[in-house]
Nanobody, 124 residues
């Protein structure tokens, strides 16, 4: 089992950058796929970016390609989401999640460990 704690959210202006961090507990962090999700009010949860357990595969939603970068540091049990050129439509609660290495890292249904989320608000 893994426990996840996000940090780094906040209020920024359009065009600004933010870096979200997700710290994981447990000694088996490196064996999990990691994903960043977001959910805006009245909208379904969306998989924004994901990174495979072996750090060789990544997935990005079309809406964030070229602006967001996911990375992981297994020595620090941490996954990051670098968000550049932020837009008002990026406003949401961002959560990180973990999925078994034996699952499909690009599918929302694969993720069964979740953090509490951090608010990102982008003003125009």
């Amino acid at each position: 089992q893994v426990q996840l704690v996000e940090s780094g959210g906040g209020l920024v202006q359009a065009g600004d950058s933010l870096r979200l961090s997700c710290a994981a507990s447990g000694r088996t962090f490196s064996s999990y796929h990691m994903g960043w999700f977001r959910q805006a009010p009245g909208k379904e949860r969306e998989l924004v970016a994901a990174i495979g357990w072996s750090d060789t595969n990544t997935y990005y939603a079309d809406s964030v390609k070229g602006r967001f970068t996911i990375s992981r540091d297994n020595a620090k049990n941490t996954v990051y989401l670098q968000m550049n050129s932020l837009k008002p439509e990026d406003t949401a609660v961002y959560s990180c999640a973990a999925a078994s290495r034996h699952s499909a890292y690009f599918l929302l249904a694969s993720y069964n460990y979740w953090g509490q989320g951090t608010q990102v608000t982008v003003s125009s």
